[in-house]
């Protein structure tokens, strides 16, 4: 088997787990194979020259970059910047740690769940480093760990020559602790392939509350919004030009009209030759798919996709609504047997276009770059809680739920009426969780006779925004409190849910979307709920399957 063939395999086996599932150990591999390919251009040209056999056109290394384009539109982030190449990517010889919390108890320690601990507790933190081949413990030169709670305490230490470093540290309040843990060597410089931890613990988590109180109009101020989101038609096809304060760029405003197309084999040889999807025109004989765009308040329409089984039995199935992460990616559309897919972008730009060719001068120093964070930046602040880029994005989503619901909207698309059973879920991670909060928490404004069975947000973002005041963790986003905030937090939006909500994925030692923010919005759900806590994982980082450490929540 020849370097390509073997590169090949390694993306075929790593690439079938979901983007949630894929644990940091696999895309350090794929990640080595591309580092390797920048270092050494007969490595390069071999790979180059291996066309997938799945019939996209594309060669190994393009495969690669695809698959990470995709998992950061899921996360939101550049997962590429936290990973750690190895030595060898026929041999990833990497380490990685199982982080693991204890109790003092009666003269010795006791293993205990890192979200039962109760504010005067210690917490003992006990992390492990173990081998990616043999999944034995290894000593190393040196092991750093560094610990911050949300009372404000901060610790730091080393350990020479060990397997093993244990720390304790306590929080004060209802709150959350964060610590990193770095397996380096004798210079101290972090190990080559190496996984640092993402760790933490929670403190009275079910008591810890939002920095800031829920505005007194909150609910009345978004009924008032979506019932001028329904003085728009999605189905208007004429166009009015947005004289507002939010930015846009590349003309989209002109876009803002609603216009539907059918996809052919045309269409997804176009999307495949992007690389924005697999599939081929055969998909087409079990689907049907439409790119749609949907008249909307504001400088864009709401966009995406929507997908539909074909002789599906009349109302049998559900809407499945799914969200991206943050900044903008070229969208990609999703096929289920036994859903209606609906692909809704929370930025409202075209999409048939790749990464490549639109979206990379959006994203970072362009207008999809710091929207919503509240940082004074372009986009970012909600000076206007009636004309700002949050609004817009919850209004867009909305709008094509009342697209798809609304039989009269989507006549050009018969087949939803016909096929859809009356129900809905939503889901997404980081923006996306966020996004899949805020609609479970308004749609019952657009329709009540929706039902909406199931919300399923994984590392949601914006939720606690005065959370840099107050204390909490620090993020390393750039999201910050700025007035107004409040009307377009996500744990604010929490309260107006009632229907069932589960928290997919909250990282204990998540940097950007901070794990005590996220159990405020879960505290807030009214209705029945479950919330996944994940030991050792930050935004982007996963540990080694076999070494998952979840603790599940429900009420």
Known sequence: MNNAQKAYEAFKTITTSPYDRSNTAKLNILYTIVCKAEKDSAYRRELESFILPDGSGMNVLEAIDTFFNEFNNSHGIDIRLSLSPFDNPDYPNGLYFVVKTYKKQDNGTTECSPIEFRTGDKAIFRAVIYNQITDEETVVPLIKYYAYSE???????????????????????????????VACDASGKQISGSESAYSGAVFDFTEIKTTNPTPDDFEDFWRGEVERLKETRPDNKELTIYNGSVAYD??????????????????LALLRSKHLTAENGSILDRFDLWEFSLKCPGPCPSTGYVSIPKNAKSHSLPLRFIYAGYGAHAPHP?????????????????????DEEYYKDLNGKGVLGNYGKGNGRVNSLFDD???????????RNLQALRFVTNAEFSKDIPEIAKGWNGEATFEGSSLGGYQTIATCALAKYIDEKVKVTMGTAGIPAFCNYAGTNDKRLPNNFGVRWSENAEYFDAAHLATLINTPMKIERNGFGDETCVCSSICMAYNNFKGPKEIHFLQNSSHGYLPKTESQLWYVHKA
Do not use: M, W
């Not at 692909?343 to 048939?352: D, I, L, Q």
């Open 334 to 354: 999703f096929f289920s047997e036994d859903s209606i897919f609906v692909y809704s972008t929370h930025h409202g730009y075209p999409c048939a276009l790749s």
């Open 250 to 267: 590349k003309d989209v405003v002109k876009t803002n009209y609603y216009h539907l197309k059918k996809a052919d084999s045309q269409y």
């Open 385 to 395: 809680i009636h004309d700002c880029y949050s609004l817009y994005i919850h209004l």
């Open 151 to 181: 009372d404000g305490t901060e610790i730091s230490g080393e350990v020479k020559n060990s397997s093993t470093a244990e720390f304790t540290i306590a929080c004060a309040r209802a709150g959350a602790i964060r610590a990193t843990v």
